[in-house]
């Protein structure tokens, strides 16, 4: 059974770096095809995609934010972890981690984690 | 940046008929995914690679592409049914994931 489970701070302050992890069992991303991505979604909007990183640490990220994301992995751990930097208040979103094998989709998804920033 | 650009709302009686469409300019180019998301809940995947239905999704969601445009179907709706849906696709370097806005599906 694949899963995924996103962790992190549930409040941040306007210009702090927020990192999150996603740790996930069922599969491992040293294996040929195997990708986990990370997509926000602000309150009552929709989905953004933010990063990916595949199994041969390839990384791609959103054009309009790619110069404050870091995404990176640490397979012995089956961790990925996303650092955004400069966060603001529209940043506020419920951030989630997906798996992605070859062109299948994102799937499963993990529950998700609420950040607010505020001062 | 690259958009796709679904309806906001559909309205359907239980039993008929459901459609989003999903335009952008690369879909000739690249899969579409739809995925199925219910209120204070992750995102299912409910349709892949335009067409293709992942196991345990009722056989009622179908994809189809035609050009610039791809449409979920959900045929027979149930009240269970009612959530927001998303098409997700790439840009036409297949480099760059994007989602569409969104459609809300009521069941009348």
């Known amino acids: 059974q694949v899963t995924l489970r996103e962790s992190g701070p549930a409040l941040v302050k306007p210009t702090q770096t927020l990192t999150l992890t996603c740790t996930f069992s069922?599969?491992?991303?040293?294996?040929?095809?195997?990708?986990v991505s990370w997509i926000r979604q602000p309150p009552g909007k929709a989905l953004e995609w933010l990063a990916l990183?595949?199994?041969?640490?390839?990384?791609y990220y959103s054009t309009s934010l790619k110069t404050r994301l870091t995404i990176s992995k640490d397979t012995s751990k089956n961790q990925v972890v996303l650092t955004m930097t400069n966060m603001d208040p529209v940043d506020t979103a419920t951030y989630y981690c997906?798996?992605?094998?070859?062109?299948?989709?994102?799937?499963?998804w993990g529950q998700g984690t609420l950040v607010t920033v505020s001062s | 940046s690259y958009e796709l650009t679904q309806p906001p709302s559909v309205s359907v009686s239980p039993g008929q008929t459901a459609r989003i469409t999903c335009s952008g300019d690369a879909l000739p180019k690249q899969y579409a995914y739809w995925y199925q998301q219910k209120p204070g809940q992750a995102p299912v995947l409910v349709i892949y690679?335009?067409?293709e239905r992942p196991s345990g999704i009722p056989e009622r969601f179908s994809g189809s592409s035609s050009g610039t445009t791809v449409t979920l179907t959900i045929s027979g709706v149930q009240a269970e049914d009612e959530a927001d849906y998303y098409c997700q696709s790439a840009d036409s370097s297949g480099t760059y994931r994007v989602f569409g806005t969104g459609t809300k599906v009521t069941v009348l």
């Open positions: 069922g599969f491992s991303l040293s294996t040929s095809g195997m990708c």
């Open positions: 690679k335009d067409s």
């Open positions: 990183i595949d199994w041969d640490d390839d990384k």
């Open positions: 997906a798996r992605i094998v070859h062109s299948s989709g994102f799937d499963p």
